[in-house]
């Protein structure tokens, strides 16, 4: 059974940084799609970055894209999302999620996601 856990979350001040890690197992190959939405305080969950391990093509939401970048780990099916210039908007609790299916089920930013890690929180605040 596939399942990802997220790693790296915390507190920092506005303008700073944080990297967070996603780890998935219980699958034994490379998976084809990670990645990360966000669920901000009182808003809908989105999405915010997206990786596809097979193309190495990556996904930046356009709110976030001069700001973060995500990379992969294929080797040992680890994502991270590094954020620098960090905003209080950027509090949130953030999910990873993970897909093993192929490039025949659309760009990684578009998928349905049926793994989901419990979320780690990040807090922006002097």
């Known amino acids: 059974l596939l399942q990802v856990m997220e790693s790296g979350g915390g507190s920092v001040q506005p303008g700073g940084s944080l990297r967070l890690s996603c780890t998935a197992s219980g699958y034994s190959e490379k998976l084809n799609c990670m990645g990360w939405f966000r669920q901000r305080p009182g808003k809908e969950r989105e999405k915010v970055a997206f990786?596809?391990?097979?193309?190495?093509?990556?996904f930046l939401d356009p709110s976030v894209e001069d700001r973060v970048t995500i990379s992969l780990d294929s080797a040992k099916n680890t994502v991270f999302l590094q954020m620098d210039k960090m905003k209080p908007g950027d509090s949130a609790t953030y999910y990873c999620?993970?897909?093993?299916?192929?490039?025949?089920?659309?760009?990684?930013?578009?998928?349905?996601?049926?793994?989901w890690g419990p979320g780690t929180q990040v807090t922006v605040a002097s």
């Open positions: 990786i596809d391990g097979a193309l190495g093509s990556t």
């Open positions: 999620v993970a897909d093993t299916r192929s490039i025949w089920y659309g760009s990684c930013a578009s998928r349905h996601y049926t793994t």
